[in-house]
Nanobody, 123 residues
Framework: QVQLVESGGGLVQAGASLRLSCAASGRTFTSYTMAWFRQAPGTDREFVATITWSGSTYFADSVKGRFTLSRDSAKTTMYLQMNSLKPEDTAVYYC?????????????????WGQGTQVTVSS
């Protein structure tokens, strides 16, 4: 099994920055892709960003230019740097992992999920 633990959420004002972390542990795979999704109250969980095994990144249009994605050299910890936060970024942010080298935006393609971390942006 794979365990994913998110951290770094909190309450900030609009325009501020936060950095979320996702640490993966447990079973290892030859290659895998990690991603962030988020879910606001009363809405479906939506794709935010993904980083593939090779390091390619892809972002949802709603966060492009404001969020960046990186990871450590061991490829076990992923970081989501969120800048210029808006109230509409308020959500629970979930880390996800799927086996393989291809990054996808589809929630159903991810095999493992973290418990989530709350991000609240006040206006």
């Amino acid at each position: 099994q794979v365990q994913l633990v998110e951290s770094g959420g909190g309450l900030v004002q609009a325009g501020a920055s936060l950095r979320l972390s996702c640490a993966a542990s447990g079973r290892t795979f030859t290659s895998y892709t990690m991603a962030w999704f988020r879910q606001a109250p009363g809405t479906d969980r939506e794709f935010v960003a993904t980083i593939t095994w090779s390091g390619s990144t892809y972002f949802a249009d709603s966060v492009k230019g404001r969020f960046t994605l990186s990871r450590d050299s061991a490829k076990t910890t992923m970081y989501l740097q969120m800048n210029s936060l808006k109230p509409e970024d308020t959500a629970v942010y979930y880390c996800a992992l799927r086996r393989g080298v291809v990054g996808t935006t589809a929630l159903s393609t991810y095999d493992y999920w973290g418990q989530g971390t709350q991000v609240t942006v006040s206006s």
